[in-house]
């Protein structure tokens, strides 16, 4: 483990500014994915540089300003938790995106939906039910991200958004990995069905946004091309 200074940034989840890192790719993944040696350097900074104080990683720092930057306000996410604070809002969470989960969970409005009890594919909610959904690394697991994403769209309401991370190689384009050995993320020994990767996304990644709907997709960097989240407008 080492400290890392990420020059004067602060932390987007608590406002820390103490950095740790540890690498997290592993051989047999970084093959599948064919990662050039500066692809798993930021790879490797996007899931495992993380903030000391509340653990939050890249991935999780550029949702975090997503989500902020989402409801028209500024600072840290903890922020804009209290009681009719910024992201008072009727908030779907899909699965647990990382260490944000225990954050939003404090929202009065907050709703967890996690598979397989509920599938990002066929929401169990009715249109309109939320003002934001957020989910972090789910769509690159999903057979269909488009439905996925879909479905996300119906269950807002006008002017609503979709807040969310995916893996992206900027320099490349996106690669549907049916037909290709099968690869996992998590950790080196994962087997599980729900980490198997369906989907390596690349620089198109924002078409994924319009297929689905959306009227407009923003990108929202933290320590680019490591940290990316998109933010899709309903
Ligand atoms: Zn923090």
Known sequence: MTETNLAGDRCHVCGDRRFL?????????????QLAPAEVA????????RCERCGANVRAQALARALVQAVGASGPLESCL???GSLDRRLL????????NPWLSRLPQHVL????????????????AFDLVVHSDTLEHVNDPRTGLRECRRVLGPGGACVFTVPV????MTRDRRGLPPSYHGHADCRAPDFLVHSEFGADVWTLVFDAGFERCELVPFRYPSGLAIIAWR
Do not use: F, K, M, S
């Not at 939906?113 to 309109?128: H, K, V």
């Not at 190689?169 to 490349?172: L, P, Y």
């Open 93 to 100: 969470e899909i699965n647990e995106a990382g260490t944000l």
């Open 113 to 128: 939906a996690r598979y397989p009890d509920c599938d990002i594919t066929q929401l169990p909610y009715p249109d309109g």
């Open 42 to 49: 930021y790879v490797n900074v996007q899931q495992g540089t």
């Open 169 to 172: 190689i900027v320099g490349r």
């Open 21 to 33: 890192h540890d690498d997290v790719l592993w051989p047999d993944l970084i093959e599948a994915w």
């Open 82 to 84: 209290g009681p009719g």
